[in-house]
């Protein structure tokens, strides 16, 4: 049996669950990513953060909430899927994989591609998809 809320949600002005956001920032993965010739047949660094909104809800346990390591997980395989062409795509990807999590509500994904330019400028994306 859960151990009940420690938030007193019957007392008049009692708090609230508005809001879980589960994150995880400076993902970093090789991909075989580009449109370019020379992108083609090489792995490229990748920056990935990833943002969950998530239905509020008494966590507990691991099983309450999205484990990180499934971020992780999702942006590997999408790696392992071979060469992508764009960023864009690669953002996409991961967030319908995070939405497969009926608890999400809301994802963005980053992707910054340091190096795509050269100097100190660091292309890359960020989309959104939600519910």
Known sequence: MAAPSPLPFNAPGAPVREALTVFV???EVEAGIGVYDHEHGRLQRLVID?????TPA????L??????ETV??????????GHIGLVETF?????LAMLQDARVR???VRIEKPGALG???VPGCELVLAR
Not at 58 to 61: H, S
């Open 63 to 68: 099983g309450d909430t999205i484990n990180y």
């Open 72 to 81: 992780a997980e999702a942006a590997r395989s999408i790696v392992a899927e």
């Open 91 to 95: 953002a996409e990807r991961l967030a």
């Open 50 to 54: 990833v943002t969950l909104e998530m």
């Open 119 to 121: 100097g100190a400028a």
């Open 106 to 108: 809301r994802c963005a």
């Open 58 to 61: 008494l966590i507990e346990r």
């Open 25 to 27: 920032r400076g993902l």
